[in-house]
């Protein structure tokens, strides 16, 4: 199954999203667990087969409350935008429990799926009791794909969160880097950096600890995006610009075409040194990475700037297959 979760207002671009997924899996069950549902959602939700679950049906849910009673100084940013990134989890393991749901595949809402969920069935980690993300840094992950492998892991990430205390910062990035430093055993790697020895290329190196043993990279050479492609190829949120008539407009640039360009401070690894162009495994086109001459189609991407429409199958059919161009 794959969730998405919306705490608070339903973003517009929420249904490219889900609708990106749907194309990349046709029968695959889509929930959206959502507080406030706007207008023709019902309409959508139905063409695409996506299944609504408001969140105040889980909020009884003893975890979820324990949570949402702690105080948190940065509820005004954005209607709790920091809370929600942490209460998500909160939210699905609710939902995965009521529903008795063991595995999961959980996107942010402004992160578009390429990758067949099936076809990444049988490889690990999916097919592991664990949970697994994307990391950027040993201090960060970036969750903006997460597979729960068995519900229990989610509970305990869950219980780790509401007994370790609070101490800034207090993101879901930090807290997962958090529990994987505490739980080594329960966390696991989604390959996001290309075979950086060419004598190995079906594997990757993990970004959270340099000696950790390989990465086996799934079929059809699928790498996971955390937010960094996402932000070098679209640019970053708007409304976190220093331009105020760019965050009013909520303007951004950036496609695969010409790339933003934005590299975030704390990645590991530089987006910058890669070439972008699409392929189109199983005939659905898929942003793809080149390095060392390979060609890595992107399971998922995040779209910081919010313009998913963008980068969807349906904008990059337009364009050349692979060979790619390096970007200007």
Not at 229 to 246: A, C, H, I, M, V
Request: proline share 11%.
């Amino acid at each position: 199954m794959i969730v998405y979760v919306a705490v608070g207002p339903v973003p517009r671009h929420t249904q490219d999203a889900l609708a990106q997924a749907r194309r990349a899996n046709p029968v695959e069950p889509i929930a959206l667990l959502h507080d406030a549902l706007p207008p023709g959602w019902r309409r959508f939700a139905a063409a695409h087969h996506v299944q609504l679950v408001d969140i105040a049906g889980l909020r009884p849910d003893a975890r979820l409350e324990a949570f949402e009673r702690r105080p948190d100084p940065r509820l005004r940013f954005r209607g709790g935008f920091w809370r929600h990134t942490t209460s998500r989890f909160f939210v699905l393991r609710a939902f995965m429990e009521r529903e008795r749901i063991d595995t999961a595949t959980h996107l942010e809402n402004d992160v578009l799926l390429y990758a067949p969920l099936a076809e990444l069935a049988a490889w690990a980690p999916f097919d592991e009791p664990v949970l697994s993300t994307v990391f950027e840094s040993p201090g960060r992950a970036i969750p903006s794909i997460v597979r729960i492998g068995a519900r229990r892991y989610l509970d305990a990430f869950a219980d780790f969160v509401l007994e370790v205390g609070d101490t800034e910062p207090t993101d879901d990035m930090f807290r997962f880097a958090a529990f994987r430093r505490a739980r080594p055993g329960w966390v696991a790697d989604l390959p996001t950096l290309p075979p950086p020895d060419v004598d190995r290329p079906g594997s990757s190196e993990s970004l959270f600890a340099s000696d950790a043993p390989p990465l086996p990279l799934p079929p059809g050479g699928w790498l996971f995006d955390g937010a960094r492609f996402g932000q070098y190829l679209g640019g970053t949120d708007p409304r976190n610009s220093t331009r105020r008539l760019q965050r009013w407009l909520r303007w951004q640039q950036g496609d695969l075409r010409k790339p933003h360009g934005f590299i975030n401070e704390s990645c590991v690894d530089d987006p910058s040194r890669y070439y972008y162009g699409v392929t189109k495994p199983r005939g659905l086109a898929v942003p793809t990475l080149v390095s060392g001459g390979q060609h890595f189609p992107l399971a998922n991407l995040h779209v910081h700037s919010k313009k998913l429409y963008r980068f969807t199958s349906a904008a990059l059919n337009g364009m050349p297959i692979m060979p790619a161009q390096r970007p200007a």
